[in-house]
């Protein structure tokens, strides 16, 4: 395993390739030029003894404390994230052996980044020539001071040729990663809890779900998944996530993963409807940009009282032959709750529900902008 510290993550992105990475997101070239302009346009001033020096204008990287650099960041690393993906296709690259049923190659937490691989020369060429492509066109580059290598299961020697070789230093097993101690050995409840409190509060945990799907799961849905007894609190907390009700339809396999998470914005009254600008002091045009009706937009009218999303979501459930009179958001997201279960048709339903939703929201978007 090499776990990899990015230096000065944020002060190294290179512009010209986040402009790119947006780019190629399919984000339309004005929302590019907008983020890139807001991006680019950073001046410093530095006090010196107590005098301000003249402005100088930024070269890369992007402003810390701005509530948008962290989403430009991830995306960045998104960049990383498909070149290690494409290493599945290459037969001279072997996952790590207790790796290889989740096709796991990297754990990424924004800059705190863990490659892992089978002990063996080409593979972990490979993973690395991987990660210089990415700093090459990036600039984010390895802190070489903070970085490892963390090798086990080979000989001695083996391993002080490879540290020597690639330029790490060794570091021991088993190691810290956000703050969890890493090995094969079970880890104690009091060990998860950093991490459970990162990755249940913050984000929705894929890899434990992977996991959790993989090892206890299986075949069965949730709702007839026996927990068995000896399993951890950590899988006994994210089972229980998995099976309130309306996370049955965000986590259906089919949605498209865009549509997922605008869906899960949505049924969390995150998205920024006109009501919610208004609160937080923002002033606009209060009226819904779909209908003509004259109606306040919020959440609840934009996704399925407005006669906009009525028609299109009528539409959907027509071609579905489905006939039922349609109810307002909640009574619908409740309604696609109770239909998804392991069939395949409830699959297209859960599906064609989230790209409703995420369609409306862009329609929605490309008419207010
Ligand atoms: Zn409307």
Not at 28 to 37: A, E, L
Not at 57 to 78: H, I, N, P, T, W
Not at 283 to 292: A, F, G, M, S
Request: with cysteine; hydrophobic share 45%.
């Amino acid at each position: 395993m090499v776990k990899i510290d990015i230096r000065k993550a944020y002060d190294s992105v290179e512009w010209i390739f986040l402009q790119m990475v947006l780019i190629e997101f399919g984000f339309p070239m004005k929302m590019v030029n907008w983020i890139m302009t807001c991006v680019s346009t950073v001046s410093y001033t530095l006090l010196i003894n107590g005098g301000l020096t003249t402005r100088f204008q930024a070269k890369k990287g992007l402003r810390q404390g701005d509530s948008m650099s962290s989403y430009l960041f991830v995306l960045s690393m998104e960049y990383l994230n498909r070149s290690l993906k494409k290493l599945n296709a290459n037969l001279d690259s072997n996952y790590h052996p207790r790796c290889s049923k989740l096709n796991l190659i990297h754990i990424c937490f924004t800059d705190d980044l863990l490659l892992c691989c089978r002990a063996d020369k080409i593979s972990i060429l490979l993973m690395l020539q991987a990660f210089n492509h990415f700093s090459e066109v990036s600039g984010l580059k390895a802190n070489m001071e903070k970085s490892s290598l963390h090798i086990a299961g080979v000989s001695n020697e083996f391993k002080q040729q490879i540290i020597q070789e690639m330029g790490f230093a060794t570091g021991e097993i088993p190691f810290r990663y956000l703050s969890v101690p890493l090995s094969s050995r079970k880890i104690t409840v009091h060990q998860c809890l950093p991490l459970v409190e990162k990755m249940i509060t913050r984000l929705l945990p894929r890899l434990w779900v992977k996991w959790i799907h993989y090892f206890y799961i299986k075949q069965k849905t949730i709702s007839d998944c026996h927990i068995p007894k000896q399993a951890s609190w950590l899988v006994w907390k994210i089972l229980e996530f998995q099976k309130v009700e309306w996370k049955k339809v965000v986590l259906v396999q089919t949605i498209i993963p865009r549509h997922q998470f605008i869906l899960w914005l949505a049924i969390q009254n995150r998205l920024a409807t006109v009501d919610r600008l208004q609160k937080w002091g923002i002033q606009v045009d209060k009226r819904c940009i779909l209908c003509t009706t004259g109606r306040d937009e919020t959440l609840e009218h934009m996704l399925f009282e407005c006669t906009y999303s009525q028609h299109m979501w009528k539409s959907i459930l027509s071609w579905l032959s489905i006939q039922r009179r349609i109810g307002n958001w909640q009574e619908e997201v409740q309604w696609v709750a109770s239909k998804v279960s392991t069939r395949p048709w409830t699959h297209i339903l859960g599906f064609l529900f989230a790209a409703t939703v995420y369609h409306i929201w862009g329609e929605r978007n490309a008419r207010r902008f």
